[in-house]
């Protein structure tokens, strides 16, 4: 029998084309909640590092759509990791293969309850990497979230990362928004 997962899990594809309205753009790939599925996903999918500009994959929790409006993660934030321009053909796949691992793992534990997911931005500008949370109130649950997740992805604890609250970054659209926390 197949290994099963704590939660099911759903890859979404977001395709930048500008002749279409954003959530047009964003499709959901599938589902798997058993660990064989997730790496028969993994290794059929191509590379975030070969998506081209302007791309995204998410990984949330099944029903949870990648995006502010859902209702799990309206009031929520993500922790925001801006990745060096030149540590794409490195870094990247390995920084979201762990982030993956992260989620499908249940790393955050007690507080895998707060995680919704995690969204991997494939931009000129720099690529993204963020975990979104579902309540930015939740001060103890997200800073100890931050901190294992900084832990996972081997980052020095002197590269500090923030935590944006979504409403904040919806107001503040073209530029990062202000923290909430920082790790
Ligand atoms: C329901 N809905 C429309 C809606 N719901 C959303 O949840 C949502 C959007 N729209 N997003 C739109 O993409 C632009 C780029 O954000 P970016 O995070 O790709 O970052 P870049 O500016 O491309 O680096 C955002 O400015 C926003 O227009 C982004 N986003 C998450």
């Known amino acids: ?25 964003l499709k959901l790939v599938t589902a798997f909640d058993t660990v064989e599925d997730f790496w028969g996903l993994y290794n059929h999918v191509q590379k975030a590092s070969k998506l081209p500009s302007g791309c995204d994959y998410s990984l949330f929790k099944d029903g949870v759509q990648p995006m502010w409006e859902d209702d799990v993660n309206k009031d929520g934030g993500r922790w925001l990791i ?19 691992l992260c989620l499908i793992g249940e790393a955050f534990e007690d507080f895998s309850e ?27 649950a997200t800073m100890k979230i931050g901190r294992k997740l900084k832990e996972r992805l081997r980052i020095p ?18 530029s990062t928004a202000k923290d909430r926390y920082r790790v």
């Open 114 to 140: 707060d995680v919704n997911g995690a969204v991997i931005n494939i931009r000129n500008k720099g690529d993204k990497l963020s975990l979104w949370t579902r309540d930015s109130r939740r001060q103890d």
């Open 1 to 25: 029998i197949k290994h099963p997962l704590q939660n099911k899990w759903a890859l979404w594809f977001f395709k930048n084309d500008r002749t279409k309205e954003w959530t047009a753009n």
């Open 82 to 100: 801006n990745l060096e321009k030149n540590k794409r053909s490195t870094d990247l796949d390995n920084f979201w293969l762990e982030t993956l």
């Open 157 to 174: 604890n002197k590269l500090v990362i923030g935590f944006q609250a979504h409403r904040d970054t919806i107001s503040k659209s073209g």
